[in-house]
């Protein structure tokens, strides 16, 4: 079992920056591919980032592409997720996932889920 634990988030305003961090608690992150999703109120969740367990592979939504930026630090056992030029409908609960596999699409479903961390941007 693998709990990952999110922190970083807050109310920022349109344009600002954030940088999200999640570790797995109890373990080491290595073989481990990690992905952030968010969900909106009254929205599913939906995938936005991901990235391989040595870092050499990354996908990101097309909403997000040129703002957000996933990274891993292997030797801190994190895993980052700095986003820039925040708009409102970023707002959403921003979770980290890990899997032993690799994020595959839009079916893709991980297997270890963090509880979330409240991003609001206001306009």
């Known amino acids: 079992q693998v709990q990952l634990v999110e922190s970083g988030g807050g109310l920022v305003q349109t344009g600002d920056s954030l940088r999200l961090s999640c570790e797995p608690s109890?373990?080491?992150?290595?073989?481990?591919?990690m992905a952030w999703f968010r969900q909106a109120p009254g929205k599913e969740r939906e995938f936005v980032a991901a990235?391989?367990?040595?870092?050499?592979?990354?996908n990101y939504a097309d909403s997000v592409e040129g703002r957000f930026t996933i990274s891993r630090d292997n030797a801190k056992n994190t895993v980052y997720l700095q986003m820039n030029n925040l708009k409102p409908e970023d707002t959403a609960l921003y979770y980290c996932?890990?899997?032993?596999?690799?994020?595959?699409?839009?079916?893709?479903?991980?297997?270890?889920w963090g509880q979330g961390t409240q991003v609001t941007v206001s306009p």
């Open positions: 109890g373990r080491s992150m290595n073989y481990l591919n």
């Open positions: 996932a890990a899997d032993r596999k690799y994020y595959s699409g839009p079916n893709f479903k991980p297997a270890y």
């Open positions: 990235i391989s367990w040595t870092g050499g592979t990354t």
